[in-house]
């Protein structure tokens, strides 16, 4: 009896300790950006409607909860819980106290070509986190040369590498813009370089060139201006 007494304290400590986390961080995270994708007929400002959150505003995951209630009972999307197919409001796993959101949904009744191209979206989320573990080989001597920046694991690729291999993906459409929004927080700056001139190859925000700083500091002005300047551009798309 008192093996088990001890394990229900332990077990009881750990439920604690999680919960008190979670509170700590609800009562120190902000909401950083809030990004839609999977809406093809449903606009932006109608889904924003059934959210009870902003951006700046302190985190509060029953309010992520209660988005997804919503979202469900509004009826424009698939909820299939055989196949798990659900709106979804998540938190993204960014670095500093701003917290993005992703909002994800599937329209319900799409035609066939939607299904497509759900599956390319899926193909370019595989090849981003792909890009993680290993780069495709720089094309060419141009690719080869130039300034680059250290990564997180200490090695240097060139921006001319990056820019080539983010411009070979062929980003096109506003959904696979809207994807790649999410890996301008990511971790490795490698990616976030990647993500940024795939987008700048669509959007044709900096003409000009990057800000310095923009894609480094996650926390700075700079990089919050340019992911505004992205989602400006990402609006004006049709497709």
Not at 113 to 128: H, Y
Not at 161 to 188: F, N, P, S
Request: hydrophobic share 40%.
């Amino acid at each position: 009896m008192r093996t088990y007494g001890s394990l229900f304290i332990v077990v009881g400590m750990l439920v604690l300790a999680m919960t008190s986390a979670q509170a700590q961080n609800e009562s120190t995270a902000r909401i950083g950006e809030v990004i839609i994708v999977g809406n093809t007929k449903t606009p932006d400002a109608e889904i924003r409607k059934q959210l009870d959150f902003y951006p700046g505003e302190i985190l509060r995951y029953p309010s992520l909860r209660l988005a997804e209630e919503k979202l469900t009972k509004l009826g424009n999307f698939v909820v299939d819980a055989r196949k798990g197919i659900r709106p979804t409001v998540s938190v993204l796993d960014n670095d500093g106290p701003f917290k993005d959101i992703l909002v994800k949904v599937q329209e319900a009744g799409s035609p066939k070509n939607e299904a497509a191209r759900q599956v390319s979206l899926l193909a370019l989320m595989k090849s981003m986190d792909g890009f993680r573990k290993k780069l495709p080989p720089p094309q060419g001597l141009g690719e080869m040369n130039g300034v680059g920046t250290p990564d997180i694991d200490g090695e240097v690729h060139p921006g001319s590498h990056l820019w080539g291999i983010a411009t070979r993906m062929e980003v096109k459409t506003r959904a696979e813009c809207l994807i790649l929004l999410t890996y301008l927080k990511d971790r490795q700056l490698k990616i976030r370089h990647i993500a940024a001139f795939a987008l700048e190859n669509v959007v044709k925000a900096y003409p000009n060139g990057f800000p310095a700083g923009a894609h480094d500091e996650l926390d700075s002005d700079q990089h919050r201006r340019m992911v505004l300047a992205f989602v400006a551009g990402i609006e004006k798309l049709t497709d």
